[in-house]
Structure formats: C-alpha cells, structure tokens
C-alpha cells in the first residue's frame, strides 16, 4: 500500500513510482482541477441539485483522484 503523505513528502519515492518529482505532481494535480472542474460543469444535464450538492464522492480532492488514475494506470501497463 502506497501511503500519499509519504509519497508527497519524499521527491525520490515520487519518481520512482510515478516519474514525476513533487513538484510537477502538484502543478499537474492544479491542471487536473481546473480541467475536472470545466469537465463536470459542461456534462452536467438539467439536474434539481446546485453543484457540490448530494453524496460525496469516496475520493475527495483533485490531487487524490490524479493519483488514483496514474497508479491505476501503472497497474495495467
């Protein structure tokens, strides 16, 4: 189990997992947000609730759903 503190702390673990150092991880995870945000708003139909409104999702912020889909995606090559 890959601990995200840890990861996020340590450059060399970091690059060694998913080939990107802290800091472009965090640069990366602040396009993700901003393209995520543009992606739920322009699919979104006519829907009675505002936005952010309902069940919360199991992964909470945007750098943790960037780092779900990269190791994801290691898992498969």
């Known amino acids: 189990m890959i601990n995200k503190e840890r990861l996020l702390r340590d450059n060399r673990l970091c690059k060694a997992i998913i080939g990107l150092s802290v800091e472009e991880l965090k ?3 602040a396009e993700f947000s901003a393209c995520y945000l543009i992606y739920r708003k322009k699919n979104r ?3 009675e609730r505002q936005m952010g409104a309902g069940q919360k999702g199991f992964i909470p912020t945007p750098l943790d ?13």
């Open 45 to 47: 139909k006519d829907h």
């Open 27 to 29: 640069n990366l995870a």
């Open 65 to 77: 759903k960037l780092l779900f889909i990269l190791l994801a995606l290691l898992r498969l090559c």
